[in-house]
């Protein structure tokens, strides 16, 4: 439902932005900073109590332990964690809806029936999970970076099959986390929010379109949250902020009843995933979602248990250095480095490999996100009365030259085949690598930049999505893990003659001074339906990068 609102935009979005805000206590309130790097700050403010930072500083599968154990209370997990959200809230404007007192009543009742029974609620007992704006909550909007979608409550009945799950898990839910308008920019801001900023730096990016879920788990304000991915969306927000995430295949973990901005585009289909700042606990999330039997739910879900997968002592990555469009900045490039120098120090094989394709892949992308011709972002834009954001220039341009003579279904036809097609190559493409690993198997998973960009300075991304969208199309598997941070002295720019004029803006506006501190993370890809191993091969990455 869009509502058509009786006032002007710009007043309906400050009345969100003030009742959002005086949601936080006021003895939660800290003094404004112009530091760039604010990731301290929470344990050093005096908000929290030194108890309260112990807790927050804790993973998500050593809490959901302790709780069990009765070593944590579920209300004083959940206070800190509201607490510390709150903080993370004021310096990066991370938050869209706050439901804290309905949380630490539901903590307080988990805390009640475990005391009574000894059973623990579920796999995620206890734990404050946070979550991308666009799944629908009782009592609170989902804007999802509209002016128009304001002042629209959800009912209980409407709530999304991942809400209904993450509390089916023992999860409490406390928050929402701000969204770029309609999920389809790599930077987080709308007319309704404002824009996130990256707290390891707030000259930079946060990434989109998870890129508030980023901002506030950087910060510790949630121990796990989930994000939602159709070009990079899980994947790029969390390179930015140096999180683990998982974009799984479509059909491991539901997605029935989450609220998009192109509602009805199916041909490359949204996944939801879980983000943390550690790996454990990402695997903790999804093998509790699918432990739940999420195919009896959701009619789009496959009926695939959670498998224990074994691989080899040896293994063989692909290490994709350059997709022949738009070459790695620097620091990006010093990771990939690194990663294979530490992955051959313990004995495994790493061979650079040219993607398939890419700029087929990017053409495919952007025709499936314009195929509607722009018309649904239009409509909803348009019943407000707001402007476009500048990362829907092209949205709004497709729009106008199209619509006296809008789209047909035949065409979308043809670009659903053009996909089939492209991956049948690239499948093939992966699978001829068996003729040089050495290894008897094609690659056991390819290692990637997940953007050219560390963390890109606000308004600085420049739209090249394709080392993530890529692996959309296809529906392949992918984790994000951090490796480094950017410095100046040794990520300097290097004399380049760049190959178009994309490239040419993004290494135009480099600069390692600005965005000095900001994460710089890869990605490992593995093939559909490989989350099991996607998850413990980036756990032997990330051991690698811990020995060198």
């Given at each position: 439902m869009t509502l058509i609102p009786s006032k002007p935009w710009e007043e309906i979005s400050k009345a969100k932005r003030d009742a959002?805000?005086?949601?936080?206590?006021?003895?939660?309130?800290?003094?404004?900073?112009?530091?760039?790097?604010?990731?301290?700050?929470?344990?050093?403010?005096?908000?929290?109590?030194?108890?309260?930072?112990?807790?927050?500083?804790?993973?998500?599968?050593?809490?959901?332990?302790?709780?069990?154990?009765?070593?944590?209370?579920?209300?004083?997990?959940?206070?800190?964690?509201?607490?510390?959200?709150?903080?993370?809230?004021?310096?990066t404007n991370c938050l869209t809806e706050i439901f804290f007192t309905a949380a630490l009543a539901n903590a307080k009742a988990i805390d009640e029936e475990f005391a009574r029974t000894g059973t623990p609620r579920g796999p995620l007992h206890g734990l404050p999970v946070s979550l991308k704006d666009n799944f629908y909550v009782e009592g609170v909007d989902t804007t999802v970076g509209f002016v128009a979608w304001a002042n629209d409550s959800a009912p209980k009945e409407k709530e999304s099959e991942m809400t209904k799950m993450m509390r089916d898990c023992g999860a409490v839910l406390f928050c929402k986390t701000n969204v770029p308008t309609a999920m389809m920019i790599a930077e987080t801001y709308n007319n309704v929010w404002g824009y996130t900023c990256n707290p390891y730096n707030r000259n930079c990016s946060s990434g989109g379109s998870s890129g508030g879920e980023s901002a506030l788990l950087a910060m510790k304000g949630s121990p796990l949250g989930v994000g939602t991915d159709i070009g990079g969306s899980i994947r790029i927000p969390a390179s930015f902020c140096g999180l683990y995430s998982l974009k799984p295949s479509f059909g491991r973990f539901p997605t029935y009843g989450a609220r998009s901005g192109l509602p009805g585009q199916e041909?490359?289909?949204?996944?939801?995933?879980?983000?943390?700042?550690?790996?454990?606990?990402?695997?903790?999330?999804?093998?509790?979602?699918?432990?739940?039997?999420?195919?009896?739910?959701?009619?789009?879900?496959?009926?695939?248990?959670?498998?224990?997968?074994?691989?080899?002592?040896?293994?063989?990555?692909?290490?994709?250095?350059?997709?022949?469009?738009?070459?790695?900045?620097?620091?990006?490039t010093r990771a990939l480095l690194e990663t294979k120098k530490a992955l051959e120090a313990v004995g495994h094989k790493v061979i650079e490999y040219s993607p398939y394709k890419p700029d087929e892949a990017n053409s495919i992308v952007n025709r499936f996100f314009q195929g509607d011709g722009g018309v649904k972002?239009?409509?909803?834009?348009?019943?407000?009365?707001?402007?476009?954001?500048?990362?829907?220039?092209?949205?709004?341009?497709?729009?106008?030259?199209?619509?006296?003579?809008?789209?047909?279904?035949?065409?979308?036809?043809?670009?659903?085949?053009?996909?089939?097609?492209?991956?049948?190559?690239?499948?093939?493409?992966?699978?001829?690598?068996?003729?040089?690993?050495?290894?008897?198997?094609?690659?056991?998973?390819?290692?990637?930049?997940?953007?050219?960009?560390?963390?890109?300075?606000?308004?600085?991304?420049?739209?090249?999505?394709?080392?993530?969208?890529?692996?959309?199309?296809?529906?392949?598997?992918?984790?994000?893990?951090?490796?480094?941070?950017?410095?100046?002295?040794?990520?300097?720019?290097?004399?380049?003659?760049?190959?178009?004029?994309?490239?040419?803006?993004?290494?135009?506006?480099?600069?390692?001074?600005?965005?000095?501190?900001?994460?710089?993370?890869?990605q490992l890809v593995c093939q559909r339906l490989e989350e099991e191993k996607a998850l413990k091969l980036t756990a032997i990455v990330a051991e690698a990068l811990k020995s060198a």
């Open positions: 959002r805000d005086a949601l936080i206590p006021k003895e939660w309130l800290i003094p404004s900073t112009d530091a760039l790097n604010v990731i301290d700050i929470p344990r050093t403010c005096g908000v929290l109590t030194p108890k309260e930072v112990e807790i927050t500083e804790l993973e998500a599968p050593v809490l959901v332990e302790k709780m069990i154990k009765g070593e944590l209370k579920c209300y004083d997990v959940t206070l800190a964690f509201c607490k510390r959200a709150s903080i993370a809230q004021q310096l041909a490359i289909r949204s996944i939801n995933g879980p983000m943390s700042t550690s790996l454990e606990g990402t695997e903790l999330w999804a093998k509790s979602v699918v432990e739940k039997e999420p195919w009896y739910r959701d009619p789009n879900m496959l009926p695939i248990p959670w498998r224990n997968v074994e691989v080899p002592d040896k293994l063989c990555f692909g290490l994709i250095m350059d997709n022949g469009i738009v070459k790695p900045t620097p620091p990006v972002i239009a409509q909803y834009i348009s019943a407000s009365g707001e402007t476009y954001p500048e990362g829907l220039s092209a949205y709004k341009s497709r729009y106008e030259s199209m619509k006296s003579s809008p789209p047909l279904v035949g065409s979308l036809w043809d670009i659903q085949s053009d996909r089939t097609a492209y991956c049948k190559k690239v499948l093939e493409d992966w699978l001829s690598s068996k003729e040089v690993t050495g290894t008897g198997r094609p690659f056991d998973a390819i290692i990637s930049p997940v953007t050219q960009h560390s963390a890109c300075p606000k308004m600085a991304f420049n739209d090249h999505v394709a080392y993530t969208s890529m692996w959309n199309i296809t529906d392949y598997s992918a984790t994000t893990f951090p490796v480094s941070k950017v410095d100046p002295s040794i990520d300097s720019k290097p004399t380049y003659e760049t190959r178009n004029e994309v490239e040419k803006k993004i290494w135009d506006r480099y600069d390692a001074e600005e965005i000095t501190g900001a994460p710089v993370s890869l």
